[in-house]
């Protein structure tokens, strides 16, 4: 059966307004709280704005107490087996908040229950659930979570029948903070790397329109949004499904063209398909940070190929250097999976090595996890979780050596960052981060917040820099 683009008509998106509205009516005055719990990705959290916007349109107040809350959401991931288990753990957990509020109804959405075995354990084992969804059915929710509250007996919903394909608009959000904003521009991914379930739980590629997504950009511009991120799970594939002549790097020109004083970041960009023109536009649009994450998984060519990464170690090496010619200033980060199926140590010695001529500014390392269904599940493996655990110490060493020294490579300079947060702590109480996307401590007045400034980085450890206001 082909795989077929489906776009959810205005007309559905505003009868599940209408719905919100009904929910509202019929619930009266009475003061209600909802709880949405997200895990995984960024993809996933801007996912839970959808939620808490639905949520918002249906009268609810939000609270991050299990035991206040009228309606919790539980939006999951299923990348690794720790984060499922986890997921598992904490909505076993809620068992004691749903005896003290026995009309509480709990919902798991997310990818880890687009599984068939996931959503069958929720099933037969978590009798306290009341409604599980899969990604593709999000834009349902109100109709789903109404079918719930409103059923004569208890009933217990579950969606997660296979992808469809959807692009839905206009869905109401509910952003956290005021500073940094997610703006999905495409869903899915059709790269089938051997370890990786997300193209099963999210389906096939998918481009949203530019011109709604540079609609999105300039409201959360308006709104005074100063750092935008926008989400893909190979950004680099943006618009081959709209038969348009637009591309990734067209859309970072469109949304650079904004008038206004922001950043532009993306994530995640696969290393088959990052350009030259890529490259080549993040350098000349001025709003365009040099922050690129990309990638590696592994620095063995063997590995890469049985991963079905459709690159080598040489053509990795190639773009990051090209990149850097490009960027001089540029801040690269990386994934690196330890561990897949066959490998050896000296095949993980290649990573090492790749590491080191690199120079990652940060790595986000992991030890393999089985994912039931792909083809790295069925690989034979002899090495054993011991061997695995000394190569991720061995290499979690050495990306915070590496980071440690590119860190104090930023002592004495003075820098541009963006103020976002709070640190809560009393010496360095405010938090930013510089164009790169690296951390930067600041003492300051929290009036700062959402405000550009020049610092001096004073000190520097593995994991963040210090600096003075200028």
């Known amino acids: 059966m082909a795989y077929v683009r489906k776009e959810i008509s205005t007309e559905s998106i505003r009868a599940q307004e209408r719905i919100c509205a009904g929910i509202n009516e019929r619930l009266g005055e009475k003061p209600r709280l909802a709880m949405v719990d997200t895990y995984g990705c960024q993809q996933n959290e801007a996912d839970s704005e959808k939620l808490r916007g639905y949520l918002a349109e249906m009268g609810y107040g939000f609270t991050s107490n299990e035991f206040e809350a009228d309606v919790i959401v539980v939006n999951t991931c299923a990348v690794r087996e720790h984060a499922e288990m986890r997921v598992l753990g904490n909505v076993g ?44 059915e999000l834009w349902r929710f109100p109709e789903l979570l109404e079918s719930v509250l409103f059923a004569k007996k208890r009933r217990r919903v579950f969606e997660t029948g296979p992808d469809d394909g959807s692009v839905a608009e206009g869905i109401p959000l509910r952003r956290d903070g005021s500073v940094k904003a997610w703006l999905s521009v495409m869903y899915g991914c059709n790269n089938f790397c051997t370890y990786c379930v997300v193209p099963y739980v999210r389906g096939r590629e998918r481009s949203r329109r530019p011109e709604d997504i540079v609609r999105e950009a300039r409201e959360l511009v308006a709104a005074g949004y100063k750092d935008i991120t926008l989400l893909g799970q190979n950004v680099n594939s943006y618009g081959r499904d709209l038969g348009i002549n637009v591309d990734f790097a067209d859309l970072l020109r469109m949304i650079n063209d904004i008038e206004g004083d922001f950043l532009i970041r993306f994530m995640t960009s696969h290393p088959k398909d990052a350009t030259e023109k890529l490259f080549r536009t993040m350098a000349e649009c001025e709003k365009c940070a040099h922050q690129l994450h990309l990638p590696v998984q592994s620095g063995n060519d063997r590995v890469l190929k049985a991963m079905n990464r459709h690159y080598d170690s040489e053509k990795y090496l190639r773009q990051a250097e090209l990149a850097r010619k490009y960027m001089p200033d540029l801040v690269i980060t990386t994934d690196i999976i330890v561990g897949f199926p066959g490998e050896t140590d000296e095949e993980f010695e290649d990573t090492v090595r790749l590491c080191e001529r690199v120079r990652f500014d940060a790595m986000f390392t992991f030890i393999y996890s089985k994912r039931v269904g792909t083809p790295a599940a069925e690989m034979p493996d002899a090495a054993t979780r011991e061997q695995k655990q000394r190569r991720f110490d061995r290499l979690l060493d050495t990306a915070n050596r590496i980071s440690g020294e590119k860190h104090a490579e930023y002592e004495g300079r003075t820098l541009r960052v963006l103020i976002d947060g709070e640190t809560g702590k009393p010496g360095y109480n405010l938090s930013s981060r510089t164009n790169g996307g690296r951390l930067v401590h600041l003492k300051g007045d929290t009036g700062l917040i959402g405000s550009f400034a020049e610092v001096r980085i004073v000190s520097s450890n593995t994991w963040a820099l210090y600096g003075e206001l200028v």
Do not use: T
């Open 93 to 136: 957990q809620l068992n004691h908040a749903k005896k003290e509020k026995p009309g509480q109804i709990i919902a798991v959405c997310g990818c880890m229950v687009q599984q068939e075995h996931m959503a069958e354990k929720l099933r037969k084992s978590y009798p306290i659930v009341d409604l599980v969804f899969g990604p593709h």
